[in-house]
């Protein structure tokens, strides 16, 4: 039962210092992303997009992403991710959950994440609990999205078959798990 025990601690703190490894470097790009104009980060977008296209991954432009993302976060709503909320971003990316109590910023963690995932062009889905929240996060982290030339749609029930589809057709869609799985 030791070994067992601690083997899994052994594996979280591997994985503890994956993330903090890759917040730090996201972290080292502050300055460099603060020292940009407006249609330098903006442009960030499109240039990544054209990386991709090139063949690079995800996983190859998660840092600088993650550091465009937080920059444009801090310019637009005015609140700049966390070492901790970059290291949540990171475990998302991955396909992992991160959890956070009510009010540690899951909202704005899930920013850095679903910007860099936008950037593949296959459209992103973030699926809250309820209309009000899908609303609420479409409109308020949608400035950062639409600051970095991104579409944001809100699928909600009162929806035409016809907005449905342009809402799905958006680089990122907010929806509801009900909605979603009625939809499907």
Known sequence: MANFLERLLNGEKKIL???EKTADQVLALADEMQALSDDQLRHKTEEFKERYTNGETL???KIEAFAVAREASRRVIGEYPYKVQIMGAAVMHDGDIAEMKTGEGKTLTSVMCVYLN???QKGVHVVTVNDYLAGR???WM???YAFLGLSVGVNSR???PASKRA???CDITYTTNSELGFDY
Request: aromatic content about 4%; charged content about 25%.
């Open 167 to 169: 809402a799905y057709a």
């Open 142 to 144: 949608g400035q950062i």
């Open 137 to 139: 996060d479409a409109s």
């Open 118 to 120: 936008a950037l593949a």
């Open 158 to 160: 009162e929806l035409t």
């Open 59 to 61: 996983d190859d432009l």
């Open 17 to 19: 210092s994956k993330l």
